[in-house]
């Protein structure tokens, strides 16, 4: 939907405001305890269990990754086919695999963990492209100054959005004389920021790196839940400003 040289200045742009902005939640975390650590607590044995089970191996291994990308190919293809306008063919095969994961969930449960080793190869994969595009200096200086001042600001008005629902509803009740809200706590904040900012994997990665173990589940579910909300919705905007434009 848009021209190379915009979208790999586009990249380059974000890419470099992540280098700034992934770094900055982790040290105004660096000393915060997890929050939901007691809650956590009965899943840890199933965890360990889990850790402590052998791994599959031979030919059961090669029959869940197979099932996996099977599952992952085929969404992809069935959305391509269904899907009725061009170009939504990704919202569509994330709804597909939403739906099948929520309708079918003792079915898939036993190719998680093989789904979860080609998702991190993909991710893999996405993040190299993404950077292969992003072309280097040259594309930034064409049009990433603005649009890194244009996301300088973005991120600066969430972040103090994201921190302010911490802060403003103790406030606006001490200003009132009244009972004092449970304050959000800040780990929960800084991973819903990354969550919407860098998606499920950064905010999962933040959520380990500060060992808020009670976040990594809520970190992939927002956003993934995000993916699957926002994607169409910009899909549909930047086709309605087209129309306009």
Known sequence: ?????????????????ALLYFPLCSYLGRNEPDPYAATDSGAKPAAAAEASAPAAEGEDEV???????ALGVGAVALSRWL?????????????????????????????????????????????ATAGWIGGDVRTILSGGPLLLCFLAILYAIHLAVVLGAGVAPRAIARARNSA?????????????????IGGPATACALAVGCGWEGLKTPALLVGNLGYAIATPLALLFYSGVGRIG
Request: hydrophobic share 60%; charged share 5%.
């Open 83 to 127: 899907c009725p306008l061009a170009g939504y063919d990704l919202p569509f095969a994330t709804a597909l695999t939403v739906a099948a994961a929520t309708a079918f969930p003792a079915a898939l449960e036993p190719l998680a963990p093989a789904a979860e080793r080609l998702g991190t190869v993909a991710l893999y994969l996405f993040f």
């Open 180 to 196: 004092l809200p449970l304050p959000l706590p800040l780990p929960l904040l800084l991973t819903a920021s990354n969550a919407n």
């Open 63 to 69: 029959a869940r990754l197979s099932s996996a990308l």
């Open 1 to 17: 939907l848009v021209a190379p040289a915009p979208l790999a200045a586009a990249l380059a742009a974000d890419n470099i405001m």
